[in-house]
């Protein structure tokens, strides 16, 4: 199928080759029967999607991803991942719901939540998701009981010092403890079929990936000592998606595949897999808002000049913003009307909509004099903004725009699937 049959018009705007996020905001700005141009809105360059996954193809071929659903649950995107045979790696009955409702068979997805609610064991069971990771005792006792016939993963711990989210601290065995929480497994009856890990999110040093593919071997070689014959390694997420991070893509699969290569080389028998979420998606979403107010911080000795201002926006901390405090993200604004090389800039402070004091965007950004109804946007706005945005002050969330370059759907791409 070609990616142009795979959405409507009305859903995916298919641009010329020339067209840039900034003209295809503008035409969303100028359209006439807009609900509300002052409204905050994303726009979702699908292209990017789709070459991330060709890179995802091309550098790490051995390797099959699974979405981490939790990043970005956008309809649009997890239509185009699943036709395009991304797996899904899901956290909730919730999220295991949205991905069979769309038709996806059960084996494409891992209930990777180490720490699961009952119900939602009983639901994976009902609905024939077997694979499901654990990393502690009482958990194994819920899933023998609740579903016995499923495919486990243990999850260890891993060094994820040099990242910006780590999970250490909340999941993950001890590989020093893996044994024993092996023998548990195996006495009970129970699958264990291998082996995962994250390095943790916003991975800064690409090292890390290494040391943890070598950390999974320790423990298939101690599943073997149990008894066991693991067949899976899920090396997890962490991958940067966007090229304003500290490491690249590039630095990841250098790591993972010297890894792969020292301990899980070619015709081991074993199945890679991975759960990158931000590295699809980060780069696509762009974030328009609009300045709603605007309050001057004057200065005495400037005469007349103020030192900076105050931008209110219609979008904060509590809606697509909960990246600042959920995600370690430091979004950057720019104006959509570029200022002239002569413009002055000023030292300003961005807010949020809400009646909170802590709903702030930057207290420091570099930005010309704007007035209200100007807008300003923010780029690598696609992982953890949406997925987490509330209502709170009932303030509602952005629509998203749709785009995509229109030679992305020629054979010749290697788009055509």
Not at 353 to 379: A, E, M, W
């Amino acid at each position: 199928m070609k990616i142009a049959k795979l959405f409507t018009r009305s859903t995916v705007e298919f641009c010329s080759d020339d067209t840039k996020v900034k003209e295809f905001i503008d035409s969303k700005l100028n359209v006439a029967d807009c609900e509300d141009k002052e409204d905050a809105f994303f726009t979702c360059d699908v292209g990017d999607v789709l070459k991330k996954w060709k890179i995802f193809r091309k550098l790490l071929p051995q390797v099959q991803p699974f979405y981490a659903v939790k990043c970005n649950p956008d309809k649009v995107v997890l239509k185009l991942l699943d036709n395009l045979g991304v797996n899904f790696d899901c956290a909730s009955k919730g999220e295991i719901e949205r991905i069979l409702t769309m038709g996806v068979s059960p084996e494409r997805i891992i209930f990777a939540n180490p720490c699961k609610q009952t119900s939602h064991i009983k639901y994976a069971c009902k609905a024939g998701v077997k694979m499901m990771t654990f990393d502690n005792k009482l958990e194994l006792h819920k899933i023998q009981q609740h579903h016995p016939n499923s495919e486990l993963i243990i999850r260890i711990k891993v060094d994820d010092s040099k990242s910006l989210c780590k999970f250490g601290i909340k999941y993950g065995v001890d590989p020093s403890d893996a044994a024993m929480l092996l023998t548990e497994a195996r006495n009970l009856g129970l699958n264990v079929v291998g082996v995962s890990f994250h390095v943790g999110s916003g991975c800064y040093d690409a090292s890390l990936f290494y040391n943890a593919v070598k950390s999974a071997k320790m423990v298939f070689d101690k599943g073997s000592e149990v008894g066991y014959n693991f067949k899976v390694l899920d090396i997890g997420g962490g991958f940067p998606g966007t090229d304003v991070e500290d490491i690249s893509f590039e630095d990841t699969v250098r790591e993972i595949s010297n890894g792969l290569a020292e301990f899980f080389p070619v015709g081991c028998g074993v199945k890679i897999i991975a759960e990158p979420g931000r590295y699809f998606v980060a780069s696509a979403f762009t974030l328009v808002t609009s300045i709603t107010s605007v309050r001057e911080i004057a200065c005495e000795k400037s005469k007349g000049i103020p030192e900076g201002f105050m931008y209110y926006l219609n979008d904060g901390v509590y809606g697509s913003f909960n990246c600042i405090m959920f995600d370690h993200q430091h979004p950057v604004p720019y104006a959509l009307k570029q200022p002239s090389a002569s413009t002055h800039i000023f030292k300003c402070s961005i807010w949020g909509p809400t009646c909170d004091s802590l709903d702030c965007i930057s207290k420091s950004s570099n930005l010309p004099q704007l007035s209200i109804g100007d807008r300003i946007c923010f780029d690598n706005m696609g992982a953890y903004t949406l997925a987490a945005a509330s209502q709170f002050n009932g303030f509602k969330n952005p629509i998203v725009y749709y785009m995509c370059d229109r030679n992305l759907t020629d054979n010749a791409t290697g788009f055509d699937y």
